[in-house]
């Protein structure tokens, strides 16, 4: 049984983290989170110790690895603002834990310079959950364009839309410089897929890029993609509306639709499973995914330029 501390244990995706680690047989011993609204915990670890500060959070890590092995933390589950994710992987591996960070695992480029350095000091490694690439039929679509013509360049429209309520804007996911933007908060994992699948990242043209809907063109080594990402419970198409549905996501691959609406549940498990097996994905495999969503972030909208989504209509 490993020991587990949790930074983010309100969070939306924190859940899935419990689970995960509850699922795999090991046990959070340490949560933390600036909010007291963790009533979740009692179904998972109501003997973990909680803290709403992070300097008595800090202390008690620091306590648990003076003391004898089976009390030492030895990974640290990271479901913090995207923002933070940086600085509590760095606390995660000079505490002498492995960390498990949430996506996007930093917001920009060159913060995974700064964290190989970390890793070399510490002798501690940084996974992440790249839950996409567990996916059945994400493995088997790999599988067909592995078996395709090396020179082929498939046609790609990827299509997610989440919407979300007044609160979202109020929230940190709202802001920007904490969140990354739509693009980076919602789209980071469609992004790593797409790289996971079609290769090496080539090209991106942005066409909108607004607070609630982003969408552009991305070129990979095996791909021609165009891609489009909204908040906005009307661009849920009306047909799903109706169902009561706010969320829709598509990918068509070569004008065939990529069905992997199911088998989400327990991926978060898998991937914990794989990272305990010494098989988790590094802070190399997060490179292709940052590189995108940072050269989006940054780019300015060039809205005719490229082919375009169809949600946009005629260029």
């Not at 090991?26 to 009692?42: C, F, K, T, W």
Request: with cysteine.
């Amino acid at each position: 049984m490993e020991n587990f501390a949790l930074i983010g244990a309100a969070g939306y995706i924190a859940p899935r983290h419990m689970a995960a680690i509850r699922d795999t047989g090991n046990r959070v011993v340490a949560a933390l989170d600036p909010s007291d609204s963790v009533g979740i915990m009692d179904s998972y670890f109501p003997d973990a110790h909680f803290f709403t500060e992070f300097e008595r959070f800090d202390r008690h890590i620091d306590k648990l690895r003076r003391s004898a092995d089976a009390e030492k933390v030895n990974y640290i589950s990271v479901c913090s603002p995207n923002y933070l994710h940086d600085s509590h992987m760095r606390f995660a591996l000079r505490s002498g834990a492995d960390a498990i960070c949430e996506k996007p695992l930093v917001l920009n480029p060159w913060n995974l310079e700064a964290l190989l350095d970390v890793e070399r000091d510490s002798g501690h490694k940084i996974h992440t959950i790249l839950q996409l690439r567990l996916h059945p039929a994400i493995i088997a679509l790999k599988q067909q364009i592995a078996s395709a013509r090396k020179d082929t360049k498939h046609e790609v429209d990827l299509t997610y839309v989440t919407s979300r309520g007044r609160w979202y804007s109020q929230s940190w996911k709202g802001d920007d410089r904490k969140a990354g933007g739509i693009a980076t908060n919602i789209g980071v994992h469609f992004f790593d897929m797409l790289h996971f699948i079609f290769g090496g990242f080539q090209e991106q043209i942005v066409h909108v890029s607004e607070h609630d809907r982003a969408a552009g063109y991305l070129e990979y080594e095996h791909a021609r993609v165009r891609w489009f990402l909204s908040l906005d419970i009307d661009d849920v198409p009306a047909e799903e509306r109706v169902k009561g549905l706010r969320t829709f996501r598509s990918i068509t691959v070569d004008g065939s639709e990529i069905e992997f609406s199911g088998g989400f549940t327990d991926l978060h498990t898998r991937s914990y499973e794989e990272i305990l097996a010494g098989r988790g994905f590094g802070l190399e495999a997060n490179r292709s995914a940052i590189d995108v969503v940072s050269a989006i972030r940054n780019g300015a909208a060039e809205p005719g330029r490229g082919d375009r989504h169809r949600a946009l209509g005629a260029g």
